[in-house]
């Protein structure tokens, strides 16, 4: 029974993601004054994906690397509250297992694209490990602020006790909630820090040796990875609610990083790092230093 | 299968191969004016990921080795089109020595776009015509590759003027 509802839940999130993405592609268009593609447009593209003849792979890690990448996101799945309804796993300390698993699919797919042995694609590693330790230092900063004040390192917990409307954290902790903002622009690849998949420049760098089938099942690592991160930061400061207030949020979210994402040019990696190292830092630390003497 | 054909002919992920002056045709083509994305085409980045590869205008033989190779290196079904008369029977270029007149003896071309240079509207007809070509199963381009791969290879090596050759093994 409650492998039957994971599958649902994966099925839906899935789905979800990519009516997000069909939509925020439409909603880029809009903003660039065209008429863009219908909104199932990554539905078809998906389906085009996994129905092409043959595929070319460069060898066992490479074949590999999307697998995991996919493994990772659907684990991380299993700890993430949707709205009101409890999580398949939670436990204390749930959000640095949540954390974890997430570095779980940049790491797939750094392994499988480095098979493939093509320069951009170590480039685009390289600038996306390198990444990683800017936004997943701001983040964690930013949620430590709130696991400070409640008092608990469980994802769950700090859903149930912040509760609904006028009661979400991101009033009391608008520091934190803004860096979290910020870091999770990197996280989502959006485009000041769009600097991995920079398809101009290094030809949508890890990404560049896969096709067909692959390329289909990173579609879909994708989608829900959409939603998960958006759902993390939606869980930490967006508060409980329904599970249809919890779509609507993550839709809001994911549509504010799509239209910063839309106003912004990129930036090179050394800017990135030093961006998160420099700004976004002191507003997370400021933070959490005004938790403490809140308290 | 339907399924599979009918996202096919809807999702194109396009490789323009810019050589000559045709390259500036597609700009427009991409952006505001006339948003080829409404139908599902969007540019890629690489030869892997497309599956339209595009040849804007005339094919010196040094490029048209470039071109083989890339064009083998897309995943099946893949779809060639031709823009530009300099990719029927050589255009305006149609007594260079160095060029290459008729692109349909070395990679099966699909569908070709007349003119010199074909405006913007021409380029998204000819786009609306392979959706059409690709939900009915006639563009088989492809196919043909596969299935007279001796005589691609024999025109092949004849104008690169070697023996044999090959685009993928060196």
């Known amino acids: 029974m409650v492998i039957l509802e994971f599958f649902l839940v994966l099925i839906g999130i899935t789905a979800l993601g990519l009516l997000y993405g069909g939509i925020a592609r439409k909603w880029s268009a809009r903003i660039q004054r065209r008429y863009g593609p219908p909104f199932y447009q990554n539905f078809l593209d998906v389906f085009k994906l996994l129905g092409k003849k043959n595929t070319k792979s460069h060898g066992v890690m490479f074949a590999l690397g999307p697998v995991i990448a996919f493994t990772g996101i659907i684990l991380s799945l299993f700890f993430l509250p949707l709205g009101n309804s409890r999580p398949l796993l939670s436990f204390e300390g749930d959000i640095f297992v949540l954390f974890y698993l997430l570095v779980i699919a940049p790491l797939g797919m750094a392994l499988g694209a480095g098979e493939a042995a093509n320069p951009n694609a170590t480039i685009g590693i390289a600038r996306g490990l390198t990444l990683m330790l800017g936004y997943e230092l701001i983040f964690f900063l930013s949620a430590i602020a709130v696991m400070v004040k409640f008092n608990t390192a469980s994802l769950w917990k700090i859903v149930e006790i912040q509760g609904t409307f006028p009661k979400w954290n991101l009033f009391p902790f608008f520091l934190s909630a803004f860096a979290g903002l910020i870091a999770l622009q990197g996280m989502m690849g959006e485009k000041p820090f769009d600097l991995i998949v920079a398809p101009h420049e290094i030809a949508s760098g890890p990404m560049v040796e896969y096709n067909g089938k692959y390329l289909g099942l990173l579609q879909l690592y994708h989608a829900i990875a959409i939603v998960v991160e958006t759902g993390l930061f939606v869980n930490v400061f967006l508060g409980g609610g329904s599970i249809l207030t919890f779509i609507l949020k993550t839709f809001f979210v994911f549509m504010l990083a799509v239209t910063i994402d839309n106003i912004m040019p990129r930036f090179r990696i050394g800017q990135a790092v030093k961006f998160y190292w420099k700004y976004p830092l002191i507003i997370s630390l400021l933070g959490i230093l005004v938790v403490f003497i809140w308290r | ?170």
């Open chain 2, 1 to 170: 299968m339907g399924l599979f054909r009918w996202s096919q002919s809807r999702s194109l992920w396009m490789m323009h191969f810019c050589t000559g002056c045709g390259a500036v045709e597609m700009p427009p083509t991409m952006t505001s004016r006339y948003d080829m994305e409404r139908f599902g085409i969007i540019p890629m980045a690489t030869p892997r990921q497309a599956d339209i590869l595009l040849i804007t205008g005339y094919l010196t033989v040094k490029t048209l080795k470039r071109v083989v190779r890339s064009y083998e290196q897309m995943a099946d079904p893949k779809y060639v089109i031709g823009f530009g008369s300099c990719t029927i029977n050589g255009g305006m270029y149609w007594d260079s020595y160095n060029t290459v007149k008729q692109l349909d003896l070395y990679i099966p071309v699909d569908l070709y776009i007349a003119g010199c240079m074909p405006r913007p509207d021409s380029i998204i007809d000819a786009f609306v015509k392979l959706r059409e070509m690709i939900a009915k199963g006639e563009a088989n381009g492809w196919k043909r590759y596969r299935e007279n791969l001796e005589w691609y290879r024999t025109n092949q090596a004849k104008v690169f003027n070697v023996e044999k050759w090959s685009a993928i093994e060196p």
